[in-house]
């Protein structure tokens, strides 16, 4: 699998720890100032590695959708479903967000090292279909969302 898609998978996949930390709790999932800051983080960053900043923009903004994606269908599914709901509630600052971070970081170095190639060409179907084939319908989504925009990448 492309290295870039596959840190995407991984950060989808850590919705399922986001939702989990906020189920039951006052803790929205949409987060208007953590998202802001979280995109004013990346695309300073972006401009160190010589990444498009308003790519980064777009990039990351389907990042955070794919997982509010998740964490809402994974929210709705525990509430009619309970006996489906996580054992525990990771703790959101010190545990899952830290995780987020690396990954971040990872994804905005793969992008670095592969702007020209990702400039010039669009995933494909057999990329899109080898990120969602191991995936369920609600990870399957939000994996496709995650990765728009290198589908749009010069359309």
Known sequence: MNPLVELVARRVALGDLVAAAKFGTTVPI???YRERSLLRQVIGLSAKRGIDP???D???RAQIEAN???QRSLHALWKVEPGRRPARRPD???EVRPQL???TTAILDELAKDRSTIART???VVELRAATQAADGIHRDAILIALTPLCDVGA
Do not use: N
């Open 30 to 32: 949409d987060d208007p």
């Open 54 to 56: 308003a790519f980064i």
């Open 58 to 60: 777009r990039f990351f």
């Open 68 to 70: 509010k994606a998740v």
């Open 92 to 94: 959101l600052a010190r």
């Open 101 to 103: 971070d690396q990954l």
């Open 122 to 124: 669009r995933l494909g």
